[in-house]
């Protein structure tokens, strides 16, 4: 230990200096680090629950689509808007218990059904009608006349702008739909390569004078596009991802939040559109991975919430993680989590020195080891000091008192009597005695449990670092550098590193 020495004037300049170094990186806190949360069901009817009640705490009207099929759907989501009202999917033959549910919860008054009799079965109309729920639907005879009647309800009294997408690819439309909803704009669908005269006729009943073409010439054809009878622009990139982010940037639909939807199932995606809405967010596509351009955008557009739409089915592992990285979020047991490390002595304060070991050297070797695993974790790390320098005891303790440190660990190694042997960790009362006696006890079970040392003690003791430090604070002890078992140990790398993986384990058993 000797941890209570009288340092003289210099040092004191020497120290004051230091703590303007430390204290700088504190102000920079966690600001700029969006929130990731993902919205996940058992399946894709509770996911389309789930989101609904994100956004909605009731909602007079609710829009159902058929939860396996997006024809019927793909120009709901303007609809949605339009009445303020959640997009919940449904099986095609029975109502899910968790569309039941949320219809219920919303306390509902009103069901628009998108599509047909086959679409969705008269059987879920009757179910939802014994709810004490009007029921009305929505239904061409194909998806293209669908669209239309949508678009006349969203519309009534026309509309100048018209936004046409592909029907074979529901990430054009999803990609549009906030912007659509947000203007009241209706969506209209096409085929590649010839233009539904049910499409013609609602240009023409609306009035449009602009028409937005999402999409390509793979997805929608030149001689589509040129039959198009009013002006057009077209809005597209070299894949759905470039169009996703393209639409993006056109319609500056840059806001604080987003979606991030996979383009491998289109369930979450829709009723996560109704949400992007409601919420004026953007939509953001991902497949088995993240494209640059949909990195370069997530990197550069600040948003400050992200919601992850669907579970693993819809968003792997894998990009769950990427999304972390590039969002700039740790990802980790202990993300969201701030610790203090303090290596004791430094400097002109070797602590304690025995067979050929300088106890300073020894705890920031530890200390280091520790920070990169708690880093690893997702935990932001404060370090009283990373380098051979002497920091006073007070100014250890005014760090931790300055910082937003949720707790304060100093290590330290022993010297004793060449008899005394293994680990022991201290607490001090004055604050957070709780905590602090918990977060003692977790780091002396995780590091005994690692480095096989003997369990020696957790007391209370009176130093000036645990004492002085108003966040749970404990100091730990590693071993005895004059216990020849002890010494043999600190002295390997291999210890010495799971020295730090314990300092980890009990941090995490800490906050468990
Ligand atoms: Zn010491």
Redesign the pocket.
Known sequence: ???TKVYFFPFFIFTLMLSLTYFAPNSYANSNIPSISRIDGANLYETSALISSTGWNRSETVIIARGDRFSDALAGVPLSSKYDAPLLLSRSNRLDPFTRQEIQRLRAKNVIILGGHLAIEDRVEKEIKQLGVNVERIAGANMFETAQLISERIAPNGSEKAIIVTSDRFEDALSIASYAGSEGIPILLTRRDSLPAQTVNALSDLQVDKTYVIGGELVISEKVYKKIPTKTERIHGATLFHTNIEIINRFNLRTDKTFVTTSNRFPDGLSGGALAVKQGATVVFVGNNIRSVTSNHLKNANYKDVFILGGELAINANVFRSLHSVLGVPQGPLAGRTIMLDP??GGSDP??IANGMV?KDL?LDISKRAQKLLEDAGAKVIMTRETDVFVSLPNRAQMANNSDAEIFISV???SFNGTARGTETFWHGRHERTRSIRLANALQTSVVKNIGTNYRRVVEGNYHVIRETKIPSALL?VGFMDHAGDAAKLRQSKYRQLAAVGILEGVIQYFK
Do not use: I, S
């Open positions: 230990m000797p941890n004791g002595h602590g304690a106890e705890v330290h190694a022993n002890e």
